[in-house]
């Protein structure tokens, strides 16, 4: 999940796949569950992504599925709300970036997953099925490593409708982020940034009261108290 990503210009237009795409902080609010027709973004045979970039995109697209497993997985041992939700949010993001490879002509029909997949997977279930707050710290950590690669991929590219796809999602990890967080405290725990900078992460983070409707756009976020 954490990659430096070092992609060329994505150059002509994606507007199709992007403008088909809602705001994903809105779509994430409330349960956090994003809501994109797997059909909104129509094929754009003009689009061209070098073979790099269709890596690089596509590692990213089955790092949103391992997020979304991991979560579902969690769910099964701790029911709380954020291992309910999040993970329809995390199909949302992948829906997304599908609709932009799709308009590329890029074959999404099943991503493959990197070399450090299953271990990393098998490592994070492994610890977020000790107990509910070491599952909770383990979505913190997923959501921080998403937002530390979907940054450095909006820094890399120029095409400003891609860009702003990018930012869309990395709006939606935020989210998550702020979920999974608030959780914690309300359990009496304070999360440590392992992969932001305490700056970052404080500038992401509202910890206001739980269940508040947040400033600066940000949707009231429903979580299990």
Same mark, same amino acid.
């Given at each position: 999940?954490?990659?430096?990503?070092?992609?060329?210009?994505?150059?002509?237009?994606?507007?199709? $796949?992007?403008? $088909?795409?809602?705001?994903?902080?809105?779509?994430?609010?409330?349960?956090?569950?994003?809501?994109?027709?797997?059909?909104? $973004?129509?094929?754009?045979?003009?689009? !061209?992504?070098?073979?790099?970039?269709?890596?690089?995109?596509?590692?990213?697209?089955?790092?949103?599925?391992?997020?979304?497993?991991?979560?579902?997985?969690?769910?099964?041992?701790?029911?709380?709300?954020?291992?309910?939700?999040?993970?329809? *949010?995390?199909?949302?993001?992948?829906?997304?970036?599908?609709?932009?490879?799709? /308009?590329?002509?890029?074959?999404?029909?099943?991503?493959?997953?990197? *070399?450090?997949?299953?271990?990393?997977?098998?490592?994070?279930?492994?610890?977020?099925?000790?107990?509910?707050?070491?599952?909770?710290?383990?979505?913190?950590?997923?959501?921080?490593?998403?937002?530390?690669?979907?940054?450095?991929?909006?820094?890399?590219?120029?095409?400003?409708? *891609?860009?702003?796809?990018?930012?869309?999602?990395?709006?939606? !990890?935020?989210?998550?982020?702020?979920?999974?967080?608030?959780?914690?405290?309300?359990?009496?725990?304070?999360?440590?940034?392992?992969?932001?900078?305490?700056?970052?992460?404080? $500038?992401?983070?509202?910890?206001?009261?739980?269940?508040? /409707?947040?400033?600066?756009?940000?949707?009231?976020?429903?979580?299990? /108290?």
């Amino acid at each position: 999940m954490k990659r430096h990503l070092l992609l060329p210009s994505l150059g002509l237009s994606l507007l199709v $796949a992007v403008a $088909a795409v809602p705001s994903l902080p809105a779509a994430c609010g409330g349960a956090c569950a994003c809501s994109i027709s797997p059909n909104t $973004a129509a094929a754009d045979d003009s689009l !061209s992504l070098s073979p790099q970039t269709q890596t690089l995109l596509l590692d990213q697209l089955a790092d949103e599925g391992l997020a979304a497993s991991i979560y579902r997985e969690l769910g099964e041992h701790f029911p709380l709300h954020p291992f309910q939700n999040i993970p329809r *949010a995390e199909d949302t993001h992948a829906t997304a970036l599908r609709a932009l490879l799709k /308009s590329a002509g890029v074959d999404v029909s099943s991503p493959a997953p990197s *070399a450090k997949t299953t271990p990393m997977r098998a490592e994070l279930i492994a610890r977020g099925t000790t107990s509910e707050i070491d599952a909770l710290q383990v979505g913190a950590l997923i959501e921080e490593r998403d937002i530390t690669d979907l940054r450095k991929l909006a820094t890399a590219i120029s095409e400003p409708a *891609a860009v702003s796809l990018i930012q869309q999602l990395e709006s939606g !990890s935020r989210h998550h982020l702020n979920a999974f967080v608030r959780n914690l405290r309300r359990r009496g725990v304070d999360y440590t940034p392992q992969v932001l900078t305490q700056t970052d992460f404080d $500038a992401i983070i509202d910890l206001g009261s739980p269940g508040q /409707s947040h400033g600066n756009g940000r949707a009231k976020v429903r979580q299990n /108290s």
